[in-house]
């Protein structure tokens, strides 16, 4: 008689209903399942077989989450490290860029031409006078 009236005492406790001793309400379903939650979790049922064994599910889902979650972080990490030695190169080849172009810009003035062809003896020189002269109509017509 007695695990009889401790079971309707729990179950109007869980659902919200009133205690037998003092007439109040209880808290709702929702909170005494928090509640009882809070409470395994302090004192370490938690981690017991049963608890597992009762949220097996609940439990192989929470892993695939994590090890979802630690291989999107090595996935990001790993792209993440991948996109910076990218960006570094692309500041490097920019920089030999300029240089060669700079470089370039030099070596093609007509002097350093000229001084290069008489490094090498080649007798080529620029003409002093332009190949053809232009005829200048009047404006008087």
Known sequence: MDENREEQEIEKTETG??????????LPGYQ?????FLKELFEGEIVSFDFIYRKW??????LILLFCYIGNRYNCHRKMAEIERLRTRETELRYEATTLSSELTGVSRPSQIEKLFEEKGIDIHSPKTPSYKLK???YEE
């Open 17 to 26: 209903g009133t205690t037998p001793d003092t007439g109040e309400t209880s």
């Open 32 to 36: 005494t399942r928090i509640v009882f």
């Open 57 to 62: 599910k609940a439990c192989l889902i929470l």
């Open 136 to 138: 200048r109509k009047s």
